[in-house]
Structure formats: C-alpha cells, structure tokens
C-alpha cells in the first residue's frame, strides 16, 4: 500500500521528461537571440542606406562617412553590440 508521495521510478521519469523538453527548449530559445540580433543589424543597415539616399538627393553624391549623414560616430553599433556599421568611400 502507498502512504503518498513519489516513489524513486516516478521521480527518475519525471526528470527525464523536463530533461528532454529542455534539450528541445535552449537551442530554439538561442535561434530567438540570433534572430533579433540579426533584425537589429538589418534595421540599422536601412537606416544607414536611407539617409545615403537621402543625402544623394541633396548633394548629387554619396556620402563618404556617417558623420556627413548625422551619425556622431564614425560607426553605428546595434543594440547589445553585436554588430557594428560602418561607412567606406568606394574608388
């Protein structure tokens, strides 16, 4: 007869069970990080080419770095810092 409680076999599979949802869960909620991460660089990269385009219509040329377009820095840094843009003149 069971006073209550669990016994050794039903805590061993409930062990295994949250270990196996775990080693599905992690790598998924990694790819979430490196996900975003991405879109901040993508956004900061539309950014930068919007006022390049911008900065074309006024002045008939592209500009040869993010201080000419309004940027304090000579490199814009996404969010957390994972990327870095910045700006080189072409020949």
């Not at 295994?16 to 599905?24: E, F, K, R």
């Amino acid at each position: 007869m069971k006073d209550g409680g669990f016994s050794l076999i039903e805590l061993m599979i409930v062990i295994v069970i949250v270990a196996i949802l775990a080693a599905v869960a992690v790598p998924l909620y990694m790819n979430y990080g490196k996900e975003a991460r991405r879109t901040a660089a993508v956004n900061a990269l539309h950014t930068v080419a919007s006022r390049e385009e911008g900065y074309f219509s006024r002045f008939n040329q592209y500009a040869t770095s993010l201080t000419q377009l309004g940027y304090a820095a000579s490199a814009v840094t996404t969010k957390g810092g994972y990327y870095q843009v910045s700006l080189a003149a072409a020949s």
